[in-house]
């Protein structure tokens, strides 16, 4: 069965450090993953998709299939990136299976 | 474009009433699906469509029904709703093609059942 871990619930660190979002995956297919960010008051949209291999608002993720793992980094954290971040793996025809997700704060 | 439209926002049920979560998407749109948010859970599947005339259970599809009423809608019904179905609600859509392709979001229903 696929599994998605994201261990941090929480995660603060302050503006201009780097960020590191962890995101481990199990499954026994061929993985394509991808980050869904959810601003406050916003809906959830796609961040970054592993596949795409580009950097979006300065995040990157990059898949290691030897420590299956998807970690989103950033290496100067924005108070604009508080959010809360769904790593997710896609199991099949278009669906998508979800971690627990981490809620990021950046502190002034 | 309004995208993906959720309606209604906000319901509280009493056990053992139904209801109907309407869903909506203008984008012309193959896939829809429904998940639902629980603290410390994420999101998981309930139901999706992955076009006109079919549907298939997720991964907790128990306790809901869904109708794919025609390309632009995705309805969700609690026949029975049961406290343990409290929750926030997010309908989704997006293109079927051979590859992947965005789900787009809808900004959620929270349904509490008393």
């Known amino acids: 069965a696929q599994r998605v871990t994201q261990p941090e619930k929480l995660l603060s660190v302050f503006k201009g450090a780097p960020v590191e979002l962890k995101c481990n995956y199990s499954y026994s297919g061929s993985p394509e993953l991808f980050w869904y960010v959810q601003y406050s008051r916003q809906r959830l949209q796609l961040l970054l998709r592993h596949i795409s291999r580009e950097s979006i608002k300065g995040f990157t993720a990059d898949l290691n299939k030897g420590e299956t793992s998807f970690h989103l980094k950033k290496p100067f954290a924005q108070e604009e990136d508080s959010a809360m971040y769904y790593c997710a793996l896609l199991t099949g025809a278009n669906n998508l299976f979800f971690g627990t997700g981490t809620r990021l704060t950046v502190i002034p | 474009n309004a995208g993906v439209t959720q309606t209604p926002k906000f319901q509280v049920l009493k056990t053992g009433q139904s209801m109907t979560l309407q869903c909506a998407q203008d984008?012309?749109?193959?896939?829809m699906y429904w998940y639902r948010q629980d603290p410390g859970m994420g999101l998981r599947l309930i139901y999706y469509?992955?076009?006109?005339?079919?549907?298939d259970k997720g991964e907790v599809p128990n306790g809901y029904n869904v109708s794919r009423l025609n390309k632009r809608e995705f309805s969700l019904r609690l026949e029975s709703a049961a406290p343990s179905q409290t929750s926030v609600y997010f309908c989704?859509?997006?293109?079927?093609?051979?590859?992947?392709?965005?789900?787009?979001f809808g900004p959620g229903t929270r349904l509490t059942v008393l």
């Open positions: 984008m012309n749109h193959n896939s």
């Open positions: 989704a859509s997006s293109r079927l093609t051979y590859s992947y392709n965005e789900q787009f």
């Open positions: 469509s992955a076009s006109e005339g079919t549907t």
